[in-house]
Every structure is written in structure tokens, then in C-alpha cells.
């Protein structure tokens, strides 16, 4: 009954070689979270989309690059992976309907990406 | 900017024990907190959100704004509740969809 599906659950890349993290919801949620989890820290946002408009956070590199073609896929591509990007890779939803319930986010079990 | 601010990173209790995992908050206007639980090899889950103000698990959170504190606490642990804790709270300025993590507890209850 997996509701956010992401694949591959472990990734290895090399070093500059472009690489591409692929997260499906079956929950038909409005917004889509890509959060970057490094060892022993806090999961950081990268990006979100709301819809199909797309919103970058500030200090995310411009080596970080997503794509949402329909409401159900979203892709984080990282364009020359650096050794500094090995880290999880989460993904989230989230239904803003009006309420309360907004903030409330469903996460993937995240894809462990090694860069050697 | 909002900031969360989880000052354990390890917390061992014994089976039965109270736990009390700590998270204190920076934040301009009245925050809404959560609690995200991890359990291994599991997916990370909302356990809690203070506006709902109930018990999950066993485990309660009261905001607390004098202290900007969150606390998460049960009064019993059982070897069930060991996992990795995260306090979350919106972004500020409008994008209350957004969350910023703390960097999380890892409770072991022992047996």
C-alpha cells in the first residue's frame, strides 16, 4: 500500500556523471517535496512543486534540477553529482486543501545515493 | 528565519521509564509544530501535530511559547517507541507548507 514510491532505493553514481532520483505518489496530492538528508542531519528542502509551478529553495545549488511532467511522477536530476551530494534523497507530498490538515506531509522510504 | 533546535542527538531510557525528547523553536508570529517519528527501516511519518492536541502512542506535545518549546513526552516508554524523533515546524512568511526539520533524537528504549 506504498502511497510515495521512490526508485531506486540505493543509487551509485560517479563523480560529474549526471544522475536522475524518480519519486511516484498514488495519493493524487497537489504538492510534491524533494528533501535532502545527510548523515546525522536535519532532512533540508530543495525544491518543491505546487502543481505544476516549481519553487526553488534559496541555497539549493543550480546543480539540482527537478522535473514534474503529471501530478503522479516527480524527478530531482543532479546534473554533475560532487562528492558532497551523497546523501538520502526524500521525497514528500502534501494535500493544501483549505483547513488544517495542510502541512501534514507523506514521505518515501528515500533513495541512498553514492557518489564515488 | 525559523530555526528548530533538537538538543539531544542520543536518548537511552529504560523500558517503563518517562521519556521527554526536547525541541525548542525560532519562529515570528504563532508557530505550528510537529512531531515526525522514524522507525528503522520504515519511511518518516507524522506522529503528532500540536494544533490537534492529542495523544499518539501514549506520546503528548504542549507548546509552550514562553520557552518556544515543544517538547514530546510519554509518561511510559516501551521498547516499541525506540526510533528517530523530528520536530518540524512550518517556514515562515507565508509558505506555512513548508518544513523546516530539527536534525532529530534517536530514543532507544531498553529492555
Known amino acids: 500500500d506504498a502511497m510515495v514510491i521512490q526508485n531506486p532505493r540505493y543509487q551509485v553514481t560517479q563523480f560529474g556523471k549526471p544522475v536522475t532520483l524518480s519519486c511516484s505518489q498514488t495519493l493524487n496530492h497537489n504538492v510534491m517535496y524533494w528533501y535532502q538528508q545527510k548523515s546525522s542531519q536535519a532532512p533540508k528542502l530543495l525544491f518543491h512543486?505546487?502543481?505544476?509551478?516549481?519553487?526553488n529553495e534559496a541555497d539549493t545549488p543550480d546543480n539540482f534540477q527537478s522535473r514534474r511532467p503529471n501530478t503522479s511522477f516527480c524527478f530531482l536530476d543532479i546534473r554533475s553529482p560532487g562528492l558532497g551530494d551523497a546523501a538520502m534523497y526524500l521525497c514528500?507530498?502534501?494535500?493544501?486543501?483549505?483547513?488544517?490538515?495542510?502541512?501534514?506531509?507523506?514521505f518515501g522510504s528515500g533513495t541512498q545515493l553514492s557518489v564515488l | 528565519a525559523q530555526r528548530v533546535t533538537q538538543p539531544e542527538k542520543l536518548l537511552s531510557v529504560f523500558k517503563g521509564a518517562p521519556v521527554e525528547l526536547k525541541c525548542n523553536y525560532s519562529?515570528?508570529?504563532?508557530?505550528?509544530l510537529f512531531w515526525y517519528v522514524q522507525y528503522s527501516r520504515q519511511r518518516l511519518q507524522l506522529l503528532l501535530r500540536?494544533?490537534s492536541r492529542e495523544s499518539i502512542k501514549g506520546f503528548t506535545a504542549d507548546l509552550n511559547k514562553g520557552e518556544t518549546s515543544f517538547h514530546l513526552k510519554k509518561p511510559f516508554a516501551q521498547e516499541e517507541d525506540s526510533a528517530m524523533y523530528y520536530c518540524?515546524?512550518?517556514?515562515?512568511?507565508?509558505?506555512?507548507?513548508?518544513?523546516?526539520f530539527g536534525k532529530g533524537t534517536l530514543l532507544t528504549v531498553n529492555p
Open positions: 512543486y505546487y502543481d505544476k509551478d516549481f519553487n
Open positions: 519562529y515570528s508570529g504563532s508557530p505550528e
Open positions: 518540524a515546524l512550518p517556514n515562515s512568511g507565508g509558505s506555512n507548507y513548508k518544513l523546516t
Open positions: 514528500a507530498t502534501s494535500n493544501l486543501l483549505t483547513g488544517w490538515d495542510n502541512e501534514k506531509l507523506f
Open positions: 500540536h494544533i
